[in-house]
């Protein structure tokens, strides 16, 4: 399980991508590179990380699942994710 600390501040990094996010496609469309630089660090989309939702880990994560390789064998086995079964041959 990650630090609750991570996690929000994931979610904090989320919400200021949201924020400048028409700012920051107005400025690429003007190919002005300087007010870009001017914005938050935090408003660059790829410093968003990709966290599992149940446990919040960042490793291993399936974007198809939204959840980590530990979580998603879990809810798999467990008949949660519906369409998915074990390998058998």
């Keep these: 399980m990650a630090k609750k ?3 929000e501040r994931n979610k904090k990094k989320a919400a200021t991508v949201a ?3 028409a700012r920051r496609a ?3 469309a003007a190919r002005d590179y300087e007010g ?3 914005l938050p660090r935090g408003a660059s989309p790829t410093r968003v990380v990709n966290r599992c939702h ?3 880990r960042r490793h291993g994560y ?3 699942f939204g959840c980590s390789r530990l ?3 879990e809810m798999a086995l467990s008949g949660l994710i519906p ?3 074990k390998a058998s041959w």
């Design 62 to 64: 399936f974007r198809k």
């Design 71 to 73: 979580t998603f064998r």
């Design 26 to 28: 107005e400025l690429r």
């Design 36 to 38: 870009l630089s001017k």
């Design 83 to 85: 369409g998915v079964t």
């Design 54 to 56: 149940v446990t919040g």
């Design 5 to 7: 600390s991570w996690v």
């Design 19 to 21: 924020k400048y996010a």
